[in-house]
């Protein structure tokens, strides 16, 4: 890393100077910022896995983990106070950085420094409770400069500790009261201690290299900083009172910010080993590192809006399954559902009708409901209550009818079995389609709405079956050596799309009707999810997991123009 992009990083002015918006950053950002518990059994830090930067909570096992504050703005910085009553971190909901507080469980949001208090926009960033709660340091641009500032725990008797003309900022707390913080006065940046009014300003770590991000072990013996000394930012840990820093943190990866836990055993960090910043657990000799996060997340079942513009799909990247949109090309993520399980399989209804889709939300048994809802995920209502799991939602080409497969627990099996039904958009009317001893899935609409394509499995294998809508009856569409399954009519219902693993691997097909002819679109992508056309029937959005994780893909009808539109690892720092 070189200096200057150090020195940012460091800074942080160049995100957050006037409040204005931060440009777009590597992606992998992800997973940075930890910090501990008074009761050693959670880490607060934050994310960028939405776009936007947010907190979460997780255990230091990896476990539990769950969002802290939904915001549509970007929260940073957090720092637990030593009672375990209240978090503060930075945010820029207001258009400037401020500093606020929030509960563990989420509640309480409470601002401590307000915009235009002083002349001109400003910020206010890197809170540090102090061992007594009482006081919060932070630096801020208020009078011009980067500074350390110093105010009580709700916000008043703000002041000023340093001033100097390079950038102060990063402040931490020694056990006895004292601040150490990182500052560039000397055209580099360095890691400096004073007293908690400000006085006596002396190095700590001056090395060949930049430093900064110190924090004083629970015992006041030790500080560990970050630094490129080495030529690649290590951890460091020397004694508080001097002396020669030893690294903790491999040179083979960049390592920044790290936590003391209260009983002083454990260090929290973050790290790029991995190819991504995760939160990391060691020791605080170095020893035990272990990794406890994993920012990658699931996209998948991507569906086309009427007008083409926009994609509708679920992610994993807020913990659990939610419904999402994007921009055709891919960015601009718009969260749509929150709730607990697995809302997924969204389906854009025609005509500006809103979407449908699955969840358990109103479930205390397993059982999986049909929902609607606008596409801006307003005015979400249940379409119909039954016992099962109701899922794969596929509206009809006139919008009045969905529909969906229901699955029944068999215990003996320890499986589902499905059956295909019929539901008014907007509920009752409902009417069972099948009735077999085997399973029919996945259904998806004739373009003249009077028959449905399906996958089941009457002789062993999964093959494509139609079923005409007036008469009853099912027919076979394509037999194969392989198993097809999801299959999607294209608009002008010439041709099924479907996946299968005839060849091995579970990739996206393409069937001629008229012709029986079968042409291969993607090779490796483990495709298994039902493909959405555009409107012009010359592109498909599928789901595939070649990368180890699902992703959103677009591809020609003709298998050209190969694209991935979601990386996993999407975020913003």
Known sequence: MNVIAFVVLFLGAATGLAGQSRPPAPPNFLNINPSWSPDGRQLVFESSRTGRIGLYLIGPDGTNERRLVHSTADDSHPDWSPDGSRIVFDSNRDGVWNLYTVRPDGTGLTRLTHPGAVTGPTFARHPAWSPDGRWIAFDSDRDGNEEVYLMASDGREVRRLTNSPGRDGHPAWTPDGRIVFGSARNGTSDVWIMNADGSDPRPLATGPGQEAGAEVSPDGRWVVFFSERGGTSRLYRMPLTGGEPEPLT????????????????????????????????????????RQVTDGRYHNAWPQWSPDGRRIVFASTRDGDWEIYTMAAGGGDPRRLTESPGRDAHPAFLPRGGGLVFQSPRHSSGGDVDLFRMAVDGSGVTRILVAEGFDGVPVPSPDGRRIAFQRGTYRAATDDYHWELYLVDSAGGG?????????????PSWSPDGGRLVFFANPEGRDQLQTLDLRTGRVRPLHRSAGNDRAPSWSPDGGRVAFTSDRHGTDDLYLLDVARGRVTRLTRGLVVRAQASWSADGRRLLFSGSGTGVEEVYQVGADGTGLRRLTTGTEGRR
Request: no cysteine.
């Open 250 to 289: 491999p040179d083979s990866a960049t390592s920044y910010e790290s936590a003391w836990s209260r009983d002083g055993r454990q260090l929290a960090f973050y790290s790029d080993r991995g190819g991504r910043f995760e939160l990391f657990v060691m020791d605080a000799d170095g020893g035990n590192q």
């Open 430 to 442: 409902e009417r069972r389609l099948t009735n077999n001893a085997w399973s029919s899935q996945v």
